[in-house]
């Protein structure tokens, strides 16, 4: 006979000690360690930007760059994505992990159909800001916080504009 009891709340911490019984029941435990060790990972605060480091910006535009970079890259006539618009993404991206006190992961890089770069930050259903760089020093962004939008156009030269600061601190304080 094999019995498995698991009393573990979503993080993996016991509010009573699990007892397992048979090898089957050991196998049991054993995965369910390993997808709770997956889930740490998962909602850990180790991606934030105190590992944000150029070399994974680097690494993740690079991908996107090399895959986006000719005509129809879609199969879908979309456009290529411009060299200005790698460094300027690279330059943003820079920006974010310099900008003092703003802790936010490394969001989710992609490409347009039109040939800009998306940067996209999740929290939560309902909770989203994209930006997204053209390559020709004008950035559009669009956040959704709760029941509450904005969208907008800023100029990106040298210093992040504070609307971008504002609505990434808005999305994770």
Request: glycine share 6%; charged share 20%.
């Amino acid at each position: 006979m094999n019995v498995a009891l698991y009393d573990q709340n979503f993080l993996g911490t016991s509010t009573t000690q699990g007892i397992a019984l048979g090898t089957e029941s050991r196998i049991v435990d054993d995965i369910n360690q390993q997808i709770i060790d997956h889930l740490r990972k998962s909602v850990s605060v180790e991606s934030i930007i105190s590992t944000f480091n150029k070399e994974e910006i680097a690494t993740y535009l690079n991908e996107i760059y090399e895959e986006c970079s000719s005509e129809n890259w879609d199969g879908y006539d979309a456009n290529p994505i411009s060299e200005e618009a790698f460094e300027q993404a690279q330059s943003f991206l820079y920006t974010v992990m310099n900008e003092n006190q703003l802790n936010v992961p490394i969001p989710d890089i992609s490409a347009d159909p039109d040939g800009d770069i998306s940067l996209e930050w999740r929290k939560e259903h309902r909770f989203t800001f994209v930006v997204s760089i053209n390559g020709q020093g004008l950035i559009s962004y669009a956040g959704l916080f709760g029941k509450n939008k904005i969208h907008g156009t800023e100029y990106f030269g040298q210093e992040m504009p504070p609307s971008i600061i504002f609505n990434l601190r808005r999305l994770y304080s």
